[in-house]
């Protein structure tokens, strides 16, 4: 029974961000391999809140990266799934199954591949996960940047790391659409001339920065960008490139102050308020973090990128009320987009609304009825609904 409480006690520990108190309760006795209710170990509580040092002595106190929880997510996939990569990198250095999936057969490329976490994919892809896995919806990695992306200057970095590395262009999802397809229909010129080989980086300064910062040199490819602002101190993609690597070296405020002095030059350049609320989530201000969505949406309430992402961070912070409420609003934009009926599904389950997420699932179910995941969470949300 002792050691049982010191283990409860690592885990919660772990999570708040307790070095030494971890620390100690490791020389006491306590196991890194225990689980509680919800199946996390301490790594995976660590994990969570992106508690690196902590996480670091866990890995080195025996901690297995791959270690399930009851919604079958490992720390490994954990850490990609939020772009925790100083994490995600310790996780591939202590032997993380590279092809293990999360409970929606996605590896750990997909997530991050879905929200924008570009160093996350770039490690990802030379660590060696699969590029062309498919999930349990159809979708790859290349897929999902196209169709839940927006092909503006970030996802643009992701899909030509993605093709780089050998993504496969034509490969279709369950509806017969390749990632080309789904860029034209979506009016992604950037990501056509990418998918199509006939993209080139026109900007010097641009070029030469981006080779430095895959080198991780981010001071030196800020130096770079300086050079090209100095002639052209209103272009709008060198001062993204500036406030991204600010971000890269965890100069949160600095990378605010260039993301919104692009917006004082264009207000209606939307992207960098993605940018922005990527910031604020890294600075743990989730407030702030929605506000900058919401301006986006207020600008432009036909525009389901910046609702969805909202939606995702919602989910990720637990807070599933809100986030069906910001898929009723997507599906009422788009009502034939199963996927937004699944997002909602899951988090009316997660509300233990198992009434409701069967009605939400059946409506993905009626669009694709041969999609066994909609099946499979239909079956589960049954189960759950009898055990009430």
Avoid at 70 to 83: D, E, K, R, V, W
Avoid at 199 to 211: F, L, P, V
């Amino acid at each position: 029974m002792k050691n049982q409480s010191l283990s409860q006690n690592l885990i919660h520990a772990s999570g708040r961000g307790e070095y030494d108190i971890v620390e100690q309760l490791l020389k006491d006795g306590a196991s890194v391999h225990y689980k509680d209710a919800d199946g996390r170990t301490a790594l995976m509580a660590a994990t969570q809140k992106n508690q690196v040092a902590i996480a670091k002595l866990l890995i080195k106190a025996g901690s297995n990266v791959n270690t399930r929880d009851i919604t079958q997510l490992s720390p490994f996939i954990c850490s990609a799934a939020n772009g925790f990569h100083e994490i995600l990198q310790l996780m591939i250095d202590a032997g993380a199954d590279l092809k293990s999936v999360n409970r929606f057969g996605g590896t750990a490329l997909l997530p991050s591949s879905e929200k924008g976490y570009l160093k996350t994919v770039q490690i990802c892809l030379g660590a060696g996960v699969p590029v062309n896995h498919v999930n349990n919806l159809g979708w790859s990695a290349l897929l999902e940047a196209v169709i839940l992306g927006n092909g503006g200057r970030l996802y643009s970095e992701i899909i030509y790391s993605l093709v780089d590395a050998g993504a496969d262009v034509h490969l279709a999802d369950r509806e017969g659409k390749s990632s080309l397809k789904h860029a034209k229909e979506l009016n992604q010129q950037k990501v056509v001339n990418i998918l199509t080989m006939e993209y080139e980086e026109g900007n010097d300064s641009i070029k030469k920065a981006k080779s430095l910062a895959l080198m991780d040199q981010y001071e030196e490819a800020i130096l770079e960008i300086d050079r090209g602002l100095e002639f052209d101190s209103k272009n709008l993609d060198l001062i993204y490139y500036k406030g991204y690597f600010l971000q890269e070296l965890k100069k949160y405020e600095a990378a605010l102050t260039e993301f919104n002095k692009a917006l004082t030059l264009d207000p209606k350049d939307l992207d960098f308020y993605f940018y922005t609320a990527n910031c604020f989530r890294l600075m743990k201000k989730s407030e702030e973090a929605l506000n900058e969505y919401d301006k986006a949406c207020n600008l432009d309430p036909t525009e389901t990128f910046y609702r969805y992402h909202k939606s995702n961070y919602l989910r990720e912070l637990g807070r599933h009320s809100e986030a069906v409420i910001e898929m009723d609003k997507l599906l009422a934009l788009q009502p034939q987009r199963y996927d937004f009926s699944f997002h909602k599904a899951n988090s009316l389950r997660s509300l233990g609304k198992h009434d409701e997420a069967i009605e939400a699932i059946e409506n993905a179910i009626a669009n694709d009825p041969t999609n066994p995941l909609y099946h499979l969470h239909k079956k589960q949300s049954l189960e759950l609904l009898k055990q009430k």
